[in-house]
């Protein structure tokens, strides 16, 4: 007869709980993406100086997307040791337990805005002010000129097709252009910072689904994004 296993030590239970979190951070993609989101705003909100209750707040919305990231993964883990065919319920506890990681997420979005609109807000409208103050018809242009350079680009660099793959990723270009380009003509104040933030995040969305088709590599859609981005604030701003 064996002997009964001991029970770990307290040393032994913190090393295995830090062994959960590393192995989340190495093998969970969107939990390596929730982590650095965390450690940005964290620094963003120590540089803007938030209140005591609001930094309190954020660490509180922080600690509730990472803690359902890690249940999600441990549930899908389970799920996948206890079946080894299709079941229409094991696919509805890893979909439920995705859903909360989605709620944990829309939370803590909802909590940023709320914490950084004001401040962020008035600053960038300052900002954003003083680059430029240019018609709206120069987004046209902006957005030509993007999209020469982009051909132009893959054109010597012999890598991919206007339309597809290749250096720079046309697509990125133009979203983030697009962005620029939304976010300077702004005229109410009050609502550019959240406009701005919704365009950017969907120009963010467009430079994902290259890199996961496997279209575009994340230097190529990063230069995109930089081309498209630049070229619309030169556009604005040396245009009288």
Known sequence: MSAPRRPPSLIES????FDGIIHVLRTQRNMRIHFLIAVL?????????VKKLELIVLLLAIAFVLIAEMVNTAVEAAVDVATTSFDPMAKLAKDIAAGAVLIATAVAVAVGYLVF????????SRLLDRLSDAPAQLTLIALVLTTILVIGTKALTGSGTPLRGGLPSGHAAVAFAGWMATTLILEDSGHRFLISSLVF???????????????????EVLYGGLLGSLVTLAVFQLTP
């Not at 705003?41 to 100086?49: N, P």
């Not at 609109?117 to 960038?124: F, I, K, L, T, Y």
């Open 201 to 219: 995040i969907m120009a963010m969305l467009v430079a994902q689904t290259r890199i996961e088709s496997g279209v575009h590599s994340s230097v």
């Open 41 to 49: 705003v964290l620094v963003f909100a120590l540089a803007s100086g």
């Open 117 to 124: 609109s004001g401040q962020v807000a008035v600053r960038s």
């Open 14 to 17: 913190f090393n295995f709980a």
